[in-house]
């Protein structure tokens, strides 16, 4: 079946450090992949998106781009700030008999240091 | 708007025990959602509804129960509550449009729950 795959957290990086968090994923058919973001004690937001091959997905400096060929939809951010710190989680549309579930990882923790 | 809210915040309940999970959108979304979340772990689909009057098993069903009679309501059933059901609960709804696959869930502030 469909699936996600995240990179272990956490992560630990000095202020304006460069991010990535790698993210891949299996699935039939052409998903829509997301970035999701949770900060501590609040829901989950939507960060950025793509919705098909080679589209990429940008928001408050981070951007991820969906590579069919590697399937990949890797998180990056050339410049890490403290207010970053939070759970990051990859997502795709498993719209699979038109069902229009969504398929999560297990999410990356993310702690940036002054 | 007020977007996706669920009530309570946070619940202690003793084994055995019931209680509903409130969850509410004013977006006039279609599709609703409830997951939970599992410390240090991504979330687990519970149950899903694509309209009023519809609804769906997830991954795990077992000990919940919903109901969708309302576009707006979407309210989850713990019925003789177990610690395993210790979690964090996010109530989700989604627009339905002609891209359907890529639109973007919105979230609750979710609920806390410990059964003790």
């Known amino acids: 079946g469909n699936s996600v795959t995240q990179m272990e957290g956490p992560v630990t990086l000095s202020e304006e450090a460069f991010l990535t968090i790698n993210c891949t994923y299996t699935?039939?058919?052409?998903?829509?992949l997301f970035w999701y973001v949770q900060y501590p004690g609040e829901g989950l937001q939507l960060l950025l998106k793509?919705?098909?091959?080679?589209d990429k997905g940008s928001n408050k400096g981070f951007e991820a781009t969906y590579r069919k060929e590697t399937t990949s939809f890797h998180l990056e951010k050339g410049s890490v700030q403290v207010s970053d710190s939070a759970v990051y989680f990859c997502?795709?549309?498993?719209?699979?008999?038109?069902?229009?579930?969504?398929?999560f990882g297990t999410g990356t923790r993310l702690k940036v240091l002054a | 708007n007020a977007g996706v809210t669920q009530t309570p915040k946070f619940r202690i309940l003793k084994i055995g025990q019931s209680m509903t999970l409130q969850c509410a959108q004013d977006?006039?979304?279609?599709?609703m959602y409830w997951y939970r979340q599992d410390p240090g772990m991504g979330l687990k689909l519970i149950y899903y509804?694509?309209?009023?009057?519809?609804?769906d098993k997830g991954e795990v069903p077992n000990g919940y129960n919903v109901s969708r009679s309302t576009t707006e309501d979407f309210p989850l059933r713990l019925e003789l509550a177990a610690p395993s059901q210790t979690s964090v609960y996010f109530c989700?709804?989604?627009?339905?449009?002609?891209?359907?696959?890529?639109?973007?869930?919105?979230f609750g502030p979710g609920t806390r729950l410990t059964v003790l």
């Open positions: 989700a709804s989604s627009p339905r449009t002609g891209l359907a696959v890529s639109n973007e869930q919105f």
């Open positions: 699935a039939t058919g052409y998903p829509s």
């Open positions: 793509a919705t098909k091959a080679d």
């Open positions: 997502a795709l549309s498993d719209h699979g008999s038109g069902t229009y579930k969504y398929i």
């Open positions: 977006m006039n979304h279609n599709y």
């Open positions: 509804s694509v309209g009023a009057g519809i609804t």
